[in-house]
């Protein structure tokens, strides 16, 4: 190599910022030491936090937040878990109430076959669901009452769709229709009190259905409540509000008016409200709790991305110190060696825990009622802090081989997956188009997808096959071909391939733990440092060392 002269004057405008600042800085005599020192800060860079304790000093603290904050995250979860079990439970409770109030003869599980067939049972289901709504008051077990504005008190609402015009006559195989629909609305004011022998019927409103022309009939009403049991668990109760439709369906004018209830549920912050007790004082401890696992949250993100920053610098000094004195460039796999995906996992981790937490407190102290954002928000954070330990367990050995394994394997498995999404795709349109008018598991593309999901894993296979209508003995013949080739296929073929790639992928990774690895370019430039970790030259290159780079542990 030419002397510092030399170099200084072929640095070009051309040329990378931290190439040329190695062209300024090197000569003959500083050579051999910059590139001793670049392969002990790259095995520094590399070495578990145990080794790097020994090496320098440095404490583990990512190691550490990373377990305090597992412990932190998961009691966090557990404890918003229970609360929103009773929120769910409320709702469903409240649900399965109002059709056992609403709906007339209604039986738990009757959903699918819950419809009447004739003109008077409709009628006497209409009148009825208007009957208990003016009776609630009086009938209902609940805390349920009628929704307000004002002073007054909302009303139910008894909307008919029809046809605008229409002339029916089947036995004759004519008729003469207008496919506009018109809506036509009757609305009943909650009468307080009822006498005890006064219902509402016919006979007192000006209600008829054209069932020629009938589309649907729907009655909507709103109702609130108060769920008082998340007294009992020290938290401030929620107001809720439903609004409730009975659908009676007449779309397909088949002689069976299928009849549901919707109820869509809304919570709300209570507008006046006292607990006696200590419930304000344990949602303080909470909200401090959760106020913690911010903190502790946004410390392991502060570490985590100072480690990726550093490990981004590290990555541009050795590709061009590789660039200008090996004249060779570094291989995108050994570039990616300095990106640690194991952090960026944390670090999203973090930030969703830090989203979460947030909610979390809002809901506590009554401001946002996002149970559901909340929960999907702590759900997939604690399940990737508790995927973020398996970082530290790689760094032994014997615990190492699934991580060596699924990373080997992925691009294999993803390369199998796509072609063998391409045969299921077909099976599934197949199916549906074919399949759907016969069979209650093919009606939609979804049920489609999920049948043929737990064929593939011998799931229900009897049920599948027994379930077909034999209305059609040509469909019957084909869903038998059908489904034995799916099975056949996918089980005996597509399943087998699937578990061979990664069973040859554990084998390879297996002797590769005996025999050892094939070493990149990367891994051959820092082996020929022989420099332990307990022999006291990591602390001596921290002390000399005139790096710009900070230095993260973990």
Request: with cysteine.
């Amino acid at each position: 190599m030419e002397n510092l002269e030399v170099a200084v004057s072929s640095c070009s405008a051309h040329d990378d910022e931290n190439l040329c600042n190695y062209k300024r800085r090197l000569s003959v005599s500083q050579e051999g030491l910059l590139e001793d020192q670049l392969r002990r800060k790259l095995k520094f860079f590399f070495m578990n936090p145990c080794e790097k304790f020994w090496a320098r000093g440095r404490k583990p603290w990512k190691l550490g937040i990373q377990l305090l904050k597992i412990a932190m995250v998961t009691i966090q979860l557990v404890v918003f878990g229970l609360s929103n079990q009773m929120v769910v439970a409320f709702k469903e409770e409240n649900t399965v109430a109002f059709k056992h109030l609403f709906l007339k003869g209604y039986m738990d599980r009757m959903d699918d076959t819950y419809a009447v067939y004739t003109q008077t049972d409709v009628y006497d289901q209409i009148f009825f669901a208007i009957n208990q709504y003016l009776q609630l008051p009086n009938i209902s077990v609940g805390n349920h009452a009628y929704e307000k504005r004002g002073a007054e008190e909302t009303a139910l609402a008894v909307c008919q769709q029809f046809y605008k015009r229409g002339t029916i006559c089947p036995g004759n195989d004519t008729f003469d229709i207008d496919p506009e629909i018109v809506t036509d609305c009757l609305y009943i004011e909650p009468m307080m009190p009822l006498l005890d022998n006064t219902t509402v019927g016919k006979h007192n409103l000006n209600f008829t259905l054209d069932f020629h022309r009938l589309v649907t009939v729907q009655l909507m009403f709103n109702l609130k409540a108060i769920n008082l049991q998340t007294v009992r668990h020290h938290e401030l109760p929620d107001c809720y509000d439903f609004t409730l439709t009975i659908v009676f369906d007449n779309k397909a004018h088949s002689g069976r008016i299928k009849i549901s209830l919707d109820n869509d549920i809304a919570i709300r912050e209570c507008k006046d409200w006292h607990v006696s007790g200590s419930i304000q004082k344990n949602t303080h401890y909470m909200m401090i709790f959760d106020a913690f696992v911010i903190l502790t949250c946004l410390a392991s993100l502060i570490l985590c991305t100072r480690s990726v920053v550093k490990g981004i610098r590290l990555q541009r000094e050795f590709v061009s110190f590789f660039l200008y004195y090996y004249k060779k460039e570094v291989s995108f796999s050994d570039q990616m060696e300095f990106v640690n995906g194991w952090y960026i996992l944390i670090m999203v981790s973090d930030v969703l825990t830090i989203v979460g937490s947030t909610l979390k407190m809002e809901i506590q102290a009554k401001s946002l009622t996002s149970y559901d954002v909340c929960s999907i928000l702590l759900g997939i954070s604690t399940m990737l802090v508790w995927l973020g330990v398996i970082r530290y367990l790689g760094f032994f050995q014997k615990y190492n081989l699934l991580i060596l394994t699924l990373r080997a394997a992925l691009p294999n498995v993803m390369r199998f997956c796509c072609c063998a999404a391409m045969i299921y795709l077909g099976y599934c349109f197949c199916g549906w188009i074919v399949l759907g008018p016969y069979h209650v598991k093919f009606r939609s593309l979804n049920m489609v997808s999920e049948c043929l999901f737990s064929l593939i894993n011998g799931d229900d296979m009897f049920a599948t096959f027994a379930k077909m209508q034999q209305k059609s003995y040509l469909v019957w013949l084909f869903s038998r071909i059908y489904l034995y080739s799916f099975i056949s296929l996918f089980i005996y073929m597509v399943l087998s391939l699937f578990i061979a790639l990664i069973t040859d992928t554990y084998e390879t990774v297996k002797h590769y733990q005996q025999d050892g690895f094939p070493e990149t370019e990367l891994q051959r430039f820092i082996s020929q440092c022989k420099d332990l970790p307990h022999s006291g030259r990591y602390r001596l290159e921290e002390e000399s060392s005139v790096s710009l780079f900070c230095c993260c542990n973990g």
